[in-house]
């Protein structure tokens, strides 16, 4: 695929599960109309290279954790933890607009 337009990529990101298939997962902004769910996670990609990845908390609640990431290689969404030196998650843009972002297994 082209490379993205990066700042396109700036906002909250929830996974939509129902909607994978068995070679992608779909992602949807957080103001879409799931279903609904015993929980959800997902991701903000904020401006600068700033990440908050959204886990589910014991009681289902939303858990989130700070961290850092990068669009490389124009299509790979790379995230990092606690240091730079290993990405904690590395996703394949298969494609993206404002209202879906589709990546690969």
């Known amino acids: 695929m082209a ?3 990066k700042d396109a990529l700036h906002q909250t990101w929830m996974h939509s599960r ?3 298939t068995d070679t992608e997962m779909v992602f949807r902004p957080e103001g879409y109309n799931f279903p609904r769910s015993r929980g ?3 991701f903000t990609l904020k401006p600068h290279g700033m ?5 589910i908390a014991p009681a ?3 858990a989130s954790t700070e961290g850092r990431w990068e669009l490389e290689d124009g299509d790979k969404l790379v995230f990092y933890q606690d240091d730079k030196k290993s990405p904690s998650r590395v996703m394949q843009v298969a494609s993206a607009d404002k209202d879906k972002l589709v990546v690969k297994k």
């Open 3 to 5: 490379s993205l337009d």
């Open 18 to 20: 129902e909607e994978d």
């Open 40 to 42: 959800r996670t997902g």
């Open 51 to 55: 990440l908050s990845e959204i886990g």
């Open 60 to 62: 289902d609640g939303p």
